[in-house]
């Protein structure tokens, strides 16, 4: 079974990398505009008064897509139809065409798609709409085939496609078929909270029914952080203080509280949350978490001390979580101490998350402190090819060619950092200092 799910996963996310539209006039450009933007109301508003024969079958899949990510389940009807006369393998109006006989009662098109797939390579129809008996399944398993395959599909940290329009589609078929399905409302949230689109987002969490509680309290905290992001930190915060008004003991909310006001630079206000959650009756999964998040607030707060026993509280519960290993010995290695053990910290952070580059920074910044100035020079210059923009790599490289005698090139490195570095970088200054003596050497 597993296997079928994986060729199926495969299949998918080829189906959905080999799209593409054809357009040509204004108005299909609009269109087109539209989609990109996942704007499917404004695209509709060219695809409602054109007739079927004015569109070629990649904008015919266009069309489907924009009336079924609307509500338009009937309207999609028509244009599979058309899409299957031209296209007999076509797999999404096939889904739809399915979806329609299966909320009718009809068994015809299941006999024209039983007829067919002896001879044609539909694999994912039939994973979808059949068991291993062979027999239909009913409503609610299609919807969850539906559901599985996707979120499968896209949440595959390795698959870097993102065609959000296929995506969105097929999450909505599977709300067709069950519209009250909470997993599927809560991941078209998720899916609009990625593009941006927070108030539609907002509407799918709000479908998420108390019933489902981890996932209604969830959407409840997206919908409360998500108003920072097109309304303001104030009204976020009143949200959040609303849903816990109701729900003053949940955890859930009462994080997201304490987050918020860690991401909004709140660092007083994070820190008395997250006490206040460390004191209670928690897991220790969670428990090591919190310690970390008030560990980054104490180190905000220029409160070292108290941030470094936080973190090795939280290593205590976890020893090897690689976010922790690399803050805390980030903080040794800039004080010049524990270096030995920062460099064995970071070894093993690195060994856990390769992919992070801000650990391979900080493995980098350790070897520098140790005076491998070349294994140094190497892992830093790797971090630069990963995030080139990032102002406090650029200026690391600098100091670390500078100490190699390539000093051409850290005064390079480090005016780049100038023109990259935020405000909240805090190196300005420095990197300042350093140009400026090295115009005066």
Known sequence: MKKKIIFIIFLIISLFTNKAFSLSSSSYLIANSAMSFFDYEEALTYFKNSKLNDFNEKDLEKKLIAFVNT????????????????????????????????????????????????????????????????????????????????????????????????????????????????????????????????????????????NNENLFFDSQKRIATNQKNYKSIE?????????????????????????LYRISNEYLKAVKNYSKLINMEINEDLKWQLLYYRGICYERLDNWELAEKDFLQSLNINWESPQVLN???????????????????????????????????????????????????????????????????????????????????AYYMWKQAIDLAEPEDDILDSVQMKIEKYYAG
């Open 71 to 210: 509500g338009n389940f009937t309207k999609a009807l028509n244009v599979a139809d058309q899409l299957l006369l031209n296209d007999k393998n076509n797999q999404e109006a096939w889904l739809v065409y399915l979806i329609y006989a299966k909320l009718n009662n009809l068994d015809k098109p299941f006999q024209n798609f039983e007829k067919l797939i002896t001879t044609e390579n539909l694999d994912i129809i039939d994973f979808i709409f059949y068991n291993s008996n062979n027999k239909i399944n009913n409503n609610q398993k299609i919807s969850e085939n539906i559901f599985r395959i996707v979120s499968s599909s896209s949440d595959d940290d390795k698959n870097e496609f993102q065609n959000y329009n296929y995506l969105i589609f097929y999450i909505n078929l599977s709300l067709v078929l069950q519209n009250k399905y909470d997993e599927a409302n809560y991941y078209l949230g998720v899916l609009y909270e990625r593009l941006q689109n927070y108030k539609k987002a907002e509407e799918h969490y709000n479908k998420v029914r108390i």
């Open 235 to 259: 009204d976020s915060e009143k949200y959040f203080f609303k849903i816990l008004n109701q729900y003053p003991d949940n955890i859930i909310l009462n994080v997201g509280l304490a987050d």
């Open 327 to 409: 803050y805390l010995a980030y903080g040794w290695i800039e004080r010049d101490i524990f270096l030995d053990k920062s460099l064995e910290m970071l070894i093993l952070a690195h060994d856990k998350y390769p992919e992070s580059h801000y650990i391979l920074d900080s493995l980098a910044w350790a070897h520098f402190k140790k005076n491998n100035l070349e294994i140094a020079s190497k892992l830093m210059e790797e971090v630069v090819l990963r995030a080139p923009a990032e102002a406090i790599s650029l200026d690391h490289l600098g100091d670390i060619y500078f100490s190699l005698g390539r000093k051409r090139e």
